[in-house]
């Protein structure tokens, strides 16, 4: 958490620390950082669909609605 003042906008940064979020079990803070890069028109976000390390967020409802947003269906 000490970290995301200093995410600002760095976009690959915060694309990692919501990776590591997912996988160590903090899905709010996953979500959080995910819907940053949505707000940042993050291409790499289309691969979230197909992210191993992002499946401990795939039962949230979150999860469906960060992928309408990006454009993948379910």
Not at 10 to 24: E, P, T
Not at 44 to 61: R, T
Request: aromatic share 10%; with cysteine.
């Amino acid at each position: 958490e000490e970290l995301l003042p200093k995410l600002d906008e760095d976009r690959l940064l915060i694309w990692r620390a919501a990776y590591l979020s997912a996988a160590l079990g903090q899905p709010d803070l996953a979500f959080e950082l995910l819907g940053r890069l949505c707000a940042l028109r993050f291409g790499l976000l289309v691969f979230a669909k197909w992210s191993s390390v992002l499946e401990p967020l795939h039962g949230d409802p979150r999860y469906a609605e960060l992928l309408l947003r990006i454009g993948v269906s379910s």
